[in-house]
């Protein structure tokens, strides 16, 4: 483990903690608009009894100590890979070390993946319900307002999704307070309906919520599935770790965020206890009337930070697939000269508007949505439980009996949820399911896909050693100037290069291999980027590193070759990459199906040139047939 590399004094803390506030804890800080309410769904068949609601209140109360308390803070952010969190920097952990067998890695990377992929499906959701329930409250002030709350929703992610091209980072300096005063509301909301009914206190005792389940049987078991929408920002707090450090996220979180929706949801229970048709939206018929449009502006703006939070997760989550070979290359600016974090993915932006475009048509309402919500999640936190338990065993050396009781502890209730949530599939729980399928699809066709052509070409190739013994028997005729051959395989030399020999029957002055690779590292140092190895005169091979959580770019690589004395200049050399263009057909490999995935994916991949940034005019491409 990695020590937290944050300040620890109290100038320093402080504005961590409120940018933690701002970024981190907006999923779950908007739980509280609708969670309480969708216990009492009649889908579940819960009556609104006294009992139940202290039942409910202490399950609520419980699930946020045991999952958020205990799993996340004290365990789960203990699991950084250099500072850095969210589940693929728990898979490459858990699959670092020399004990990993290549077994284990075909079990623990498509875990890993497939986590991954289903935090798509939530990226979706999450906008989708979190401005539609906000949206809502304006319904509890008058109905007038009832058939424009479609409309106005649509229009707020619209505009959410437009200004993604413009960057975060301009109005991200106030995301921190408005999420603050927006915990502050929460907390006096709370604090004015426990004053009401003091004894909704009471359900702070886990008996409460063992006499529910005693009491209820399977409609308690059931409404599990709502019980669970409010910890659904949990994975989002392990994700978001490297940009704050776990200090401040724990702080924020014990100090502040724990105790302001424990208030509210408190609050809410006291409010159903004295009036129990304010289950129609107990959110806003906690607050005086006089503060409800007040109120709604204000959940609006907590939802949409909530929402920007995740649609920059997910950006960020698929340059780290694009890193680590999961997808093609796919086009990403940095809308930032900063911050590394700040990036915008235009294919995705688009594609995650037109989804949660279509999630509030086709759902309507917060309520209906809420059965689509939680299923993606729950399963990505029992895979998380599951990594986190080999990382404790294998990097962390705990004995077999304490990562036992970890792993039987947490993943019991993880698997509780989700069955309880599954219950939801067809009711809407089928949305985030199909979409991390499809991309976990899509993953896996990329990622076999290029093992296998990378097979072919390595076929095709000649190693270094043949290669100077060829070219020793029958040199070539050489011409003034550099040339850089990108590959990525470190072994061989790289087919056009053999094409240049083959049919122009020359070879450049000096030579240079050049393979950019991608480590299950968050990122690498400046003296640690660049290898260069000098194989014969004027013939020189680069390894380039770089981690999960950076993008590659040639200037950079070549300023590191000078520090390794490999001098190059890249306004004057030329760079040559190979096309391939892939040809599907029934041999050994992939399904047929996913062959034509894969060639389609290849055709739409981003060209190198623009991806590693290298000046358009001096680069030459060597197209080249591969049938797989």
Same mark, same amino acid.
Request: glycine share 10%; with cysteine.
């Given at each position: 483990?990695?020590?937290?590399?944050?300040?620890?004094?109290?100038?320093?803390?402080?504005?961590?903690?409120?940018?933690?506030?701002?970024?981190?804890?907006?999923?779950?800080?908007?739980?509280?608009?609708?969670?309480?309410?969708?216990?009492?769904?009649?889908?579940?068949?819960?009556?609104?009894?006294?009992?139940?609601?202290?039942?409910?209140? /202490? *399950?609520?109360?419980?699930?946020?100590? @045991?999952?958020?308390?205990?799993?996340? #803070?004290?365990?789960?952010? !203990? $699991?950084?890979?250099?500072?850095?969190?969210?589940?693929?920097?728990?898979?490459?952990?858990?699959?670092?070390?020399?004990?990993?067998?290549?077994?284990?890695?075909?079990?623990?990377?498509?875990?890993?993946?497939?986590?991954?992929?289903?935090?798509?499906?939530?990226?979706?959701?999450?906008?989708?319900?979190?401005?539609?329930?906000a949206i809502e409250g304006l319904k509890v002030a008058t109905p007038v307002f009832e058939p424009y709350v479609i409309p106005l929703t649509i229009s707020i992610l619209i505009a959410l999704f437009l200004v993604q091209r413009q960057g975060t980072n301009k109005i991200g300096a106030f995301f921190g307070p408005i999420i603050t005063l927006w915990f502050l509301c929460l907390?006096?909301?709370?604090?004015?309906?426990?004053?009401?009914?003091? /004894? *909704?206190?009471?359900?702070?005792?886990? @008996?409460?919520?063992?006499?529910?389940? #005693?009491?209820?049987?399977? !409609? $308690?078991?059931?409404?599990?599935?709502?019980?669970?929408?409010?910890?659904?920002?949990?994975?989002?707090?392990?994700?978001?770790?490297?940009?704050?450090?776990?200090?401040p996220i724990k702080w924020a979180w014990f100090s502040f965020v724990l105790p302001a929706l424990a208030l509210n949801y408190f609050g809410q229970g006291a409010l159903l206890l004295n009036t129990p048709e304010a289950i129609e939206n107990p959110f806003y018929l906690l607050a005086p009337p006089s503060w409800i449009y007040a109120l709604v502006v204000l959940a609006t703006m907590a939802s949409v930070i909530a929402s920007q939070a995740l649609i920059s997760g997910v950006f960020s989550l698929t340059r780290q697939a694009v890193q680590l070979g999961y997808l093609p290359r796919i086009k990403i600016i940095h809308t930032s000269s900063h911050e590394i974090g700040q990036i915008y993915v235009p294919f995705l932006n688009w594609i995650m508007l037109i989804g949660v475009v279509w999630l509030v048509i086709a759902f309507k309402t917060s309520s209906a949505m809420a059965a689509a919500y939680g299923i993606a999640v729950t399963i990505t936190m029992a895979i998380t439980t599951f990594l986190a338990f080999v990382v404790a065993r294998r990097l962390w050396r705990w004995g077999w009996l304490s990562s036992s009781i970890f792993l039987i502890l947490f993943l019991t209730i993880d698997i509780l949820f989700l069955t309880a949530c599954a219950f939801k599939f067809y009711d809407g729980g089928w949305v985030p399911i199909i979409i991390g399928v499809s991309v976990f699809t899509l993953m896996t066709?990329?990622?076999?896909?290029?093992?296998?052509?990378?097979?072919?070409?390595?076929?095709?190739?000649?190693?270094?050693?043949?290669?100077?013994?060829?070219?020793?028997?029958?040199?070539?005729?050489?011409?003034?100037?550099?040339?850089?051959?990108?590959?990525?395989?470190?072994?061989?030399v790289p087919i056009p290069l053999l094409h240049n020999i083959k049919h122009n029957k020359v070879m450049h002055e000096c030579v240079v291999i050049l393979t950019i690779a991608t480590r299950e590292v968050p990122s690498f140092r400046s003296n640690?980027?660049?290898?260069?190895?000098?194989?014969?005169?004027?013939?020189?091979?680069?390894?380039?590193?770089?981690?999960?959580?950076?993008?590659?770019?040639?200037?950079?690589i070549l300023n590191c070759c000078k520090?390794?004395?490999?001098?190059?200049?890249?306004?004057?050399?030329?760079?040559?990459?190979?096309?391939?263009?892939?040809?599907?057909?029934?041999?050994?490999?992939?399904?047929?199906?996913?062959?034509?995935?894969?060639?389609?994916?290849s055709r739409n991949a981003q060209r190198p040139t623009a991806y590693f940034d290298i000046p358009v005019n001096q680069v030459i491409e060597v197209g080249i047939q591969v049938e797989i």
């Open positions: 483990m990695h020590k937290d590399h944050c300040k620890t004094n109290g100038r320093g803390l402080l504005p961590l903690i409120v940018g933690a506030l701002g970024v981190v804890f907006g999923d779950i800080g908007t739980s509280p608009l609708y969670a309480l309410k969708e216990c009492f769904n009649s889908h579940y068949g819960l009556s609104l009894t006294p009992d139940n609601v202290l039942g409910i209140l /202490s *399950v609520i109360f419980w699930t946020m100590i @045991v999952v958020v308390g205990m799993k996340y #803070m004290m365990f789960i952010l !203990e $699991a950084d890979n250099r500072g850095e969190g969210g589940i693929l920097a728990l898979m490459a952990l858990s699959t670092m070390t020399e004990r990993t067998s290549r077994t284990n890695r075909l079990i623990l990377l498509p875990l890993g993946l497939f986590g991954a992929s289903l935090l798509f499906g939530d990226g979706v959701i999450t906008p989708a319900i979190s401005v539609l329930s907390a006096i909301l709370g604090v004015k309906g426990i004053m009401e009914n003091p /004894s *909704v206190l009471w359900a702070l005792s886990p @008996v409460y919520a063992i006499h529910f389940f #005693m009491s209820n049987g399977t !409609e $308690a078991f059931l409404v599990l599935g709502a019980v669970f929408l409010v910890v659904t920002g949990g994975e989002a707090l392990y994700a978001d770790m490297g940009h704050f450090g776990r200090t066709t990329w990622q076999t896909g290029r093992r296998l052509l990378v097979g072919h070409l390595k076929s095709r190739s000649l190693s270094v050693e043949e290669f100077l013994k060829s070219i020793e028997e029958k040199p070539p005729l050489r011409v003034p100037g550099t040339a850089i051959y990108m590959t990525g395989d470190p072994w061989g640690e980027r660049v290898r260069v190895e000098h194989i014969a005169p004027n013939f020189h091979r680069i390894y380039a590193y770089y981690g999960f959580m950076e993008t590659p770019r040639m200037r950079e520090v390794n004395g490999l001098d190059l200049d890249a306004d004057s050399a030329t760079f040559v990459l190979g096309r391939e263009t892939i040809i599907p057909s029934p041999k050994p490999g992939m399904f047929l199906w996913r062959e034509k995935i894969f060639a389609l994916m």
